[in-house]
């Protein structure tokens, strides 16, 4: 069922800073800049009221305001998306959001499920939404693809860049499930602020992932589990060739 609270904000945070991907948000995917296209995919869903990118790019925010989407601009110093949404959030305080809907710009293929999935965890309690889907064993061990872990309340455990849970026989390799995160976050504005002022820490550090700073802190996480799989973010070349071929695949004339 589909989170019905409104209003909803969503915003993409983009950078320029890619180390695998350089200058990812400006690539192109089937001839439009990737940030443009993820802007594109979550206004079309219709499950967010107002979608803004959140960046400290001149350039990012000149094709993201060309193609007559919203660009705000935040501070050069933010270390992760979720402090550079939650500065956005944060300068709009008097505009009537519930929840704040953080989608990462390098993911085109967001569907309304990752979303809706979200943001009815938040509804349900929890405070910070996400969502998963099944994830093959030959896939686990990718370190650019985020694995979760969850309790039986589907409450997240840990998020690595390593397959976990760990697979001690081949048997057991074989009957598991590993879980794909999906990079998008719900919650509410106070909740957002509360998890950008936190201190930053030591599996926050290790792992590069934003979401384990508010584990460590004891925030709830909670996790829709999707039925089937669905298309990754993009993070290096191969992933782009392969999201342009995802797009050829699903854009064809017919």
Same mark, same amino acid.
Not at 36 to 52: N, P, Q, S, T, Y
Not at 72 to 84: F, I, L, P, V
Not at 127 to 133: H, V
Not at 164 to 177: S, T, Y
């Given at each position: ?58 350039? *990012?925010? %000149? !094709? @993201?305001? #060309?193609?007559?989407?919203? +660009?705000?601009?935040? /501070? ?68 650019? *693809?985020? %694995? !979760? @872990?969850? #309790?039986?309340?589907?409450? +997240?455990?840990?998020? /690595? ?94």
């Amino acid at each position: 069922m589909l989170f019905c609270v409104m209003p909803v904000l969503a915003v993409i945070p983009a950078r320029l800073g890619s180390t695998r991907l350089p200058h990812k948000p400006l690539q192109l995917l089937a001839g439009v800049p990737l940030v443009v296209r993820v802007a594109e995919r979550v206004g079309a869903i219709g499950l967010a009221d107002h979608v803004v990118v959140a960046t400290d790019s001149e350039r *990012i925010a %000149k !094709v @993201v305001r #060309d193609a007559g989407f919203e +660009a705000q601009m935040t /501070s050069s110093a933010h270390r992760t998306g979720t402090d550079r949404v939650a500065e956005v959030a944060a300068s709009r305080v008097d505009g009537g959001f519930d929840v704040v809907l953080n989608v990462q710009g390098d993911e085109p293929f967001v569907s309304a499920e990752i979303m809706a999935g979200a943001l009815d965890r938040v509804q349900a309690g929890d405070d910070i939404g996400t969502s998963a889907s099944p994830l093959s064993g030959d896939l686990a061990g990718d370190p650019s *693809i985020v %694995k !979760v @872990v969850m #309790d039986r309340r589907g409450r +997240a455990l840990y998020f /690595s860049r390593s397959a976990i849970p760990f697979r001690r026989d081949e048997e057991d390799l074989a009957r598991g499930q590993y879980w794909r995160h999906h990079g998008v976050y719900a919650c509410r504005p106070a909740v957002l602020g509360r998890w950008a002022a936190l201190p930053r820490t030591g599996l926050e550090a290790a792992e590069g992932l934003e979401q384990l700073r508010a584990l460590e802190h004891g925030m709830v996480i909670g996790v829709a589990r999707l039925r089937g799989a669905t298309p990754a973010g993009i993070d290096s070349e191969n992933d782009l060739e392969r999201a342009e071929a995802i797009w050829a695949l699903t854009h064809e004339e017919t």
